[in-house]
């Protein structure tokens, strides 16, 4: 027998709470007992969170940014973020060997590029059924990892969901980087430190060599 994967907010919670061995609960959208409150006060923080760490494939989305205005004082020009974006992954035209003197201040990209700029980011996906199962499995793992303690009081299930959670991204890192294999960029040592600044740390798409 086979089941079908998670395809709701709260099939993913479920799964989570199946990970630390809890009951499943009816509904986060109109909650009404304390776990369905508490994982609907998780969903979205750790949802976006994930996104942010990868540069999953499923996520990606490419955008021709119009100038805005005026950049800062180092910039000439100013573009907005896209509404939906949670992560820019790389700026200008060749994703592959992309412009790195700009910076990122409150949702608007300072650069000098003129009209307009293209930027390759991570968009904010929301349906479930577009999001890939490696990505599924650690969501479900931060939620369960965020509510572990709280909803079982034990520390022991604290540390395996960590340990599974590990292996995950392990597994996510390596899966997700073959389908796209990585190129050689060169990035300044300045740039390097300022993007890690804005990230976890994480990238299983691009090896930087300073």
């Known amino acids: 027998m086979t089941t079908a994967p998670p395809s709701t907010p709260v099939e993913v919670c479920n799964l989570a709470l199946d990970y630390i061995g ?29 996104l ?15 100038r805005s205005g005026d950049g800062d004082a180092q910039y000439a020009d100013a573009y907005l973020l896209p509404n939906d974006c949670v992560r820019v992954n790389t700026v200008g035209s060749d994703r592959y060997n992309p412009i790195t003197c700009f910076d990122i201040i409150d949702r608007t990209i300072h650069a000098s590029e003129g009209n307009s700029l293209n930027i390759w980011y991570n968009r904010s996906v929301t349906e ?10 650690i ?29 995950e991204e392990s597994k ?15 990035h300044s040592k300045y740039l390097t430190a300022r993007k890690q600044g804005g990230v976890l740390g994480r990238d299983n798409r691009y090896y930087s060599f300073s």
């Open 22 to 50: 809890e009951k499943p609960i009816a509904s986060i959208e109109a909650p009404t007992s304390t776990q369905e409150e508490t994982m609907l006060r998780w969903y979205d923080h750790v949802r976006l969170t994930v």
């Open 52 to 66: 942010r760490e990868y540069v999953w494939n499923f996520a990606q989305q490419y955008a021709t940014l119009a």
């Open 128 to 137: 479930v059924t577009y999001m890939d199962s490696l990505f599924v499995n």
């Open 139 to 167: 969501f479900a793992l931060r939620l369960a990892l965020k509510v572990a303690y709280k909803f079982t009081k034990k520390k022991s299930v604290v540390e395996m969901v960590s340990g599974m959670l590990a292996a």
């Open 172 to 186: 996510a890192a390596s899966v997700d980087g073959q389908e796209r294999p990585p190129r050689r960029i060169q």
